[in-house]
């Protein structure tokens, strides 16, 4: 059985375990197909801070991992917890972001965004929160809309806006951009560098993407390269 491979940024803080996975197993019964081992006996650690990226092939139970990280389903055996706490269900620490974008039908663009704060309670500055998201996933125009009037793409960036808008410490992405065009892919890839590497999140991002799962460790490199070499110009310049 495939088992969801790993990979992670370069120079990851390994302050302490955020994440830890050990011995997780998940097996469905099926009426259909009797009994579909998804998780066979998963160690995984994340520290906090961590950019980790999971691959591997359609079927080896990456969304189910992260479903169960999410508290959206349970598992057989084996330990999960977030933060030292076992994992019993969904937490106002984490914001997901799924294979399919799941917006609430009767409601605008703007008012699936707000949803993860009104249920928090929160209310504070939560027009700029939400105008500040929609801005950055290209959506600024069309808070208004309804999801049955967006593209797929647009409405898998509304979901991304609503896993943000509560600001969670950890951020669970299940292939979030497979519905976007090529550019959109790579602005919201470099987007997700910027709010990783200036909010410190812990992420974990499913992806079909080689390249995608590469990326995080390429842009560290290249914002220390970065680093260097203005740093060298400084010192030239003295
Ligand atoms: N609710 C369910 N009931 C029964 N079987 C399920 C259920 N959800 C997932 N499975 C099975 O568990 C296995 C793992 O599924 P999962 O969705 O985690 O795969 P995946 O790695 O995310 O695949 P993909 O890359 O195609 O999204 C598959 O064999 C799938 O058929
Ligand atoms: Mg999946």
Redesign the pocket.
Known sequence: MAT?QVSRDGNAQRSRPLIDIQNLS?T???AS?GN????NKVDLTIAEGEFVCVV????????????MLAGL?TYDAGKLSLDDQAVTGPSGKVGGVF?AANLLPWLSVRENVRLPLRVGGRHDAADQRIDGLLEMTGLGELGARYPYELSGGMQQRAGICRALARDPQILLM??PFGALDALTRERMNIELQRIWQTHRKTIML?T?SISEAIFPSYAKLASEIRGLLNAQEGASND
Do not use: F, M, N, W
């Open positions: 969801p998940k469905y019964v099926t197909s579909v081992h998804a998780l591997g092939p359609s079927g080896c139970g990456k969304s189910t991992l992260l479903r389903d294979q299940d292939e499913i079909h």
